[in-house]
C-alpha cells in the first residue's frame, strides 16, 4: 500500500506527482513546428516516488525523471524516465520514502544510513556525449542520450575528488570545455568548493579545492572567457543543526555576501574576494570581462524566495515584500579594495536563458521568465509557489523589453533557446506551459527575436508535465 501524499503546496494541483515514465511518438501539432528545429530538448523533473518519510518536504527532493522533446522535421516525440540513483533503487526497493529532511541524512531510514542520497533532478547536462542529470548535493548520474537508461553515477573515471557537483556548470562555446565545481565538496557543511575542468573529449584536466568564507547555497557560479566568478550569498549550512535532525539551510541575516574572482586558467590563491549587501540569488545569466573590468548579470531578490528557506529561518514574508530586479555587478580589477558598481538591467524574473554562443562573453539578449501581477493572479505550481506568467526577451545594453502574457490560468516553465542556421535570424524558444485548468502540458515554440507575436505551433501533450527545473538543447549533429 502507498499512501496518499500530502495535500500541501509542493503536492498538491499542478505539483502532484505524476510519477509517468512514457514513451509518445508524434505529438499532436497545432501551428508549425520549423523544419530547421532538430534536435534534443533534455528536461530534469523532481518528481518524487513515494510520499514523504516525515509527512511534508520541499518540492526539490523529488527524485529525478529526465525527460526528451526529440524534434525532427517538423514531428516531435517524447520519452520520460526516472534516473535509477541508489536513492530511487533503495526506495523502489523497500516501497516507501526512506530520506527525512532536505539534504539531512541524520534524519533518514536506519536502512540507507551512508547510502548515496543524490536525487539527479535539477539540470541534464550535456557534454562530450555524455547526459548527465546534475543535483549540486551530489555527484551526477549519467543517462543514455537515446534510451534515457541510467548508465550510473559520474565522477570522471575515477578522478573527480569533490562529493558534489553543481547543476550549473559553464560551458566554452569557443574551446568545448566545461567549467565547473562542487561546493560541500569534503562533505556536509563544509566550506571546501572544488573547482574543476572538464576538455572537451569529457575528461577531468583541472580539479583545485579552496575555502569560502562560509558555507552557502552556491547553486550557480559565473565564467567569461578570462575569469572565474564564486559568489556566496546568506543561505547558510550549519553542521550542528542538521545533526540535531534540524534544516540543513536557513537565511543568515547577520552575514554580507561575498564574490570571489580568479584568473580562470589561474590558481585558485589567486582568488579575491568582494564584500557585496546580502541579498538572494540562484541563477547568474552571464558574466564577461571588458579590459580590467569583470561584469555579472543576473537576477537578485531581498530574500530567499524559496518558502522552506524562509520557513527555516521563522521569516514571515508576504509575496509582494519579495523584491529583486536583473542587475549588472561590475568589478574593476584594477582597482584596490572590496568594493564595486551596480546597475539595473531589467524588471525581475528568473530561468533566465541566453543563446549558448553568447556563453561568457558581451552579449546582447537574455530570455526569462516573471511572475506579472498585471497579468494575472499566482498560480501554484513549482518550487517556488507561483509560476511564471510572462516571458520577457531583454536587450541588456538599452534595456529595451518585449513580453509576451501567458493566457488565463496558464504559466511557464524555463525556456530553451534553439539556434537556427539562417543567417541574421536569432533563433526559436521553446517553453512547456502548464494548463491548470485541463491538468495537461503543451510545448509552445516562439521567434526569438518577438515572443510577444505569440506561438508558432502547440505540441498538445496528453498528461500533466509537473514543473521541470532545468533544460538543455541539443541540435541533432551533436548527437
Ligand atoms: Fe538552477
Not at 572590496?338 to 554562443?357: C, M, Q
Not at 556563453?359 to 537574455?366: A, C, G, L, R, T
Request: hydrophobic letters at 35%; a negative charge.
Amino acid at each position: 500500500m502507498t499512501h496518499a501524499f500530502p495535500d500541501s503546496p509542493d503536492f498538491s494541483g499542478h505539483n502532484a506527482p505524476s510519477r509517468i515514465e512514457c514513451d509518445i511518438y508524434d505529438l499532436v501539432v497545432e501551428g508549425t513546428v520549423p523544419a530547421e528545429i532538430n534536435g534534443s530538448w533534455f528536461r530534469s523533473i523532481p518528481d518524487p516516488q513515494y510520499p514523504p518519510m516525515l509527512g511534508d518536504d520541499t518540492y526539490l527532493s523529488g527524485d529525478g525523471m529526465v525527460s526528451v522533446f526529440r524534434f525532427e522535421n517538423g514531428h516531435v516525440d517524447f520519452r520520460m524516465r526516472y534516473v535509477q540513483t541508489e536513492r530511487w533503487k533503495n526506495e523502489r526497493r523497500a516501497r516507501r520514502s526512506l530520506h527525512g529532511l532536505y539534504r539531512n541524512p541524520y534524519t533518514d531510514d536506519p536502512s540507507v544510513r551512508g547510502k548515496g542520497r543524490g536525487a539527479a533532478n535539477t539540470t541534464p547536462i550535456f557534454h562530450a556525449g555524455r547526459v548527465l542529470a546534475a543535483k549540486e548535493d551530489s555527484r551526477a548520474w549519467s543517462v543514455d542520450p537515446r534510451t534515457l537508461d541510467t548508465v550510473g553515477e559520474w565522477d570522471f573515471a575515477g578522478r573527480l575528488r569533490s562529493q558534489t557537483m553543481t547543476a550549473h556548470p559553464r560551458m566554452d562555446p569557443e574551446t568545448g570545455e566545461m567549467y565547473f565545481f562542487g561546493y560541500e565538496a569534503s562533505g556536509l557543511a563544509s566550506r571546501d568548493v572544488a573547482y574543476c575542468v572538464a576538455n572537451k573529449d569529457g575528461e577531468l584536466v583541472r580539479e583545485e579545492w579552496f575555502q569560502v568564507p562560509y558555507c552557502a547555497l552556491m547553486h550557480d557560479f559565473a565564467v567569461t572567457q578570462e575569469h572565474a566568478i564564486f559568489p556566496v550569498f546568506p543561505i547558510v549550512a550549519d553542521l550542528e543543526r542538521i545533526k540535531a535532525g534540524g534544516p540543513h539551510w536557513a537565511w543568515d541575516d547577520s552575514r554580507d555576501s561575498f564574490v570571489g574572482i580568479m584568473p580562470r586558467d589561474g590558481k585558485v590563491s589567486q582568488m579575491r574576494w568582494y564584500r557585496a549587501p546580502r541579498c538572494s540569488a540562484f541563477h547568474f545569466i552571464n558574466a564577461f570581462t571588458a579590459g580590467n573590468t569583470v561584469h555579472l548579470d543576473f537576477s537578485y531578490a531581498n530574500v530567499p524566495v524559496f518558502p522552506f528557506i524562509r520557513a527555516a529561518t521563522n521569516m514571515t514574508v508576504q509575496p509582494h515584500e519579495i523584491t529583486g530586479e536583473l542587475t549588472r555587478w561590475s568589478f574593476d580589477l584594477s582597482k584596490p579594495g572590496d568594493t564595486f558598481e551596480r546597475h539595473a538591467l531589467g524588471a525581475s524574473g528568473d530561468l533566465p536563458r541566453i543563446a549558448d554562443r553568447d556563453s561568457m562573453k558581451d552579449y546582447e539578449v537574455v530570455y526569462y521568465g516573471r511572475f506579472d501581477p498585471q497579468v494575472a493572479m499566482p498560480m501554484l505550481t513549482g518550487p517556488v509557489g507561483a509560476g511564471f506568467n510572462a516571458l520577457t526577451r531583454l536587450e541588456v545594453r538599452s534595456g529595451r523589453a518585449s513580453t509576451l502574457a501567458m493566457e488565463n490560468r496558464t504559466t511557464l516553465q524555463e525556456p530553451v533557446h534553439i539556434p537556427s542556421a539562417q543567417p541574421g535570424h536569432e533563433g526559436y524558444l521553446a517553453y512547456v506551459v502548464d494548463k491548470h485548468d485541463e491538468n495537461l502540458s503543451e510545448v509552445h515554440i516562439v521567434h526569438a527575436s518577438h515572443p510577444e507575436r505569440g506561438a508558432l505551433a502547440r505540441v498538445k501533450i496528453p498528461l500533466r508535465l509537473r514543473s521541470g527545473v532545468h533544460g538543455t538543447w541539443v541540435s541533432a549533429d551533436r548527437l
